[in-house]
């Protein structure tokens, strides 16, 4: 099984390239999404969360606004949450792999894979990216998303033009929709026929 990771800083679209890894047949384990879960009614973290962030939970599961409030800018806070979220979603991804023992190909979406996670058991990592002014127009259009929060959260991530450095493949997303889809199905090609070395250099 080849394992790959996708991340991109806020903004970039790798929300809509893990879908189109998806539409390729590719597995996705979506890290997002599973937190959400997690934290969710019945999530497995809601007591927990609740414990050691008193009044960020309700019926619905933690309130994500009342816990980003209580974390923002708290260095030592965010790392206690982290101590809790993150082993959880460590189990959720084993059993992501157990499920999907037969696939040849998987992509693990991690958004804040180089600043937390790191790049231990994966065989290559796909960068999402797109310029700056269209990645800050995409952010603050989101509902709720203010200069202010949108400063702290790019100070919370390693810049684009580090991971793009860093990264085995960058997926354009500043680019028409159809033009980034043909980027993402000429790499699943590639690596469905090659290994990551051959592909690295077809792709430059």
Known sequence: MMILGLTGSIGMGKSTVAAMFAGNGVPVFDADAEVHRLQGPGGDLVHAIEAVFPGTTGPEGVDRAKL???????????AALEELVHPAVGLSRRAFLEEHADAPMVVFDIPLLYEKTGETGLDAVVVVSAPAEIQRERVLARPGMSEEKFAHILKLQLPDAEKRERADFVIDTGVPLAETERQVDALVTCLRAHDVQ???QCAR
């Open 68 to 78: 980003s409030k209580a974390v923002l800018g708290n260095a030592e806070k965010l």
């Open 198 to 200: 051959y592909c690295k």
